[in-house]
């Protein structure tokens, strides 16, 4: 299961140092403000989705690849919002 998320991760981070042309990942990464207005769409369609019980698993998957482009892009790493994540364990 986390490995899915660790395969997408990698790819992200591959596209960034090794662009390929014409790909959506990194027409994202290329473009700041895209980013940004798609990781604001894709949590609202979330949001529509949970309250309507519609397509939840669809949208989060977009929410999730969004976020981790949106992320690599601004050089935050995965790595140390875990780190954070797991200082916040009770």
């Not at 299961?1 to 990698?10: G, H, Q, R």
């Not at 019980?53 to 790493?77: F, G, R, S």
Request: hydrophobic letters at 35%.
């Amino acid at each position: 299961m986390l490995k899915t998320l660790e395969d997408i991760i990698l790819m992200v981070r591959e596209r960034k140092t090794k662009p390929q042309s014409e790909t959506y990942t990194n027409k994202l990464l290329a473009n700041k403000e895209l980013s940004v207005e798609k990781v604001k769409e894709e949590v609202q369609e979330l949001i529509e989705a949970v309250e309507n019980n519609t397509n939840k698993v669809h949208e989060t998957a977009d929410v999730l690849y969004h976020l981790i482009v949106y992320l690599e892009a601004n050089n935050v790493k995965i790595e140390d919002v875990m780190k954070e994540l797991d200082k916040r364990k009770k």
